[in-house]
């Protein structure tokens, strides 16, 4: 008898047709670098890859408090080193951190994850803020991440299992 393995997506994009359009990661650590960022997508898509449960999504967003990495993924080939969009967040998470009264550089994971679900629901449901940035509206924009998002549903703290770790008799 096998042991399912379980992961977590911290939060997951569908779309009506239920499937994954957007996995975002969240990470509390700020001050690091792209290459930083390349390397942590690679080690999670190299861990979930063997999940046959885990859809390859239009996009992978690595949301740290002071820098967002958006990835299109060009399916079906994974690109291990494909260069990110690099987001500025302060225009979009500014707000709930001086709401909240806290330093971006102090927020708990937990805490962020919390902001973020807040903002991309906001998102998925309002669209882009009209005061917006003009580089941020424009990333967004032509990376194809609004119009990926339109009716989506937000889901967080997703558990997915690895089905290939459980034997037959433990799925019937």
């Known amino acids: 008898m096998n042991s399912a393995i379980v992961r977590i997506l911290d939060l997951v ?5 239920g499937q994954i359009v957007l996995i975002i990661e969240v ?8 290459t930083w960022a390349t390397q942590l ?5 190299q861990m979930h890859s063997y999940m046959s449960i885990i859809p390859s999504s ?5 949301a740290l408090p002071d820098k967002l990495y958006l990835w299109k993924n060009k399916s079906p080939n994974f690109d291990p080193m494909a260069t990110p969009y690099e987001i500025n967040p302060e225009p979009f998470f500014g707000p709930y951190y001086k709401k909240a009264d806290v330093d971006p550089n102090d927020l708990s994971e937990s805490s962020f994850e ?3 679900n ?6 998925v449901s309002c669209g882009l803020a009209p005061d917006l940035p003009c580089d941020q509206r424009e990333i967004l924009l032509q990376s194809g991440l609004m119009d990926a998002l339109k009716d989506c549903r937000i889901e ?3 558990r997915v299992v690895d089905a290939g770790s459980i034997s037959r008799e433990e799925l019937v």
């Open 13 to 17: 994009a569908y779309n009506q047709q």
């Open 114 to 116: 919390l902001i973020l």
């Open 27 to 34: 990470k509390g650590r700020t001050n690091r670098s792209t």
């Open 58 to 62: 239009q996009y992978f967003m690595l």
């Open 118 to 123: 807040s903002w991309i629901n906001v998102l």
């Open 156 to 158: 967080r703290d997703v």
């Open 41 to 45: 997508r690679c080690a999670f898509y």
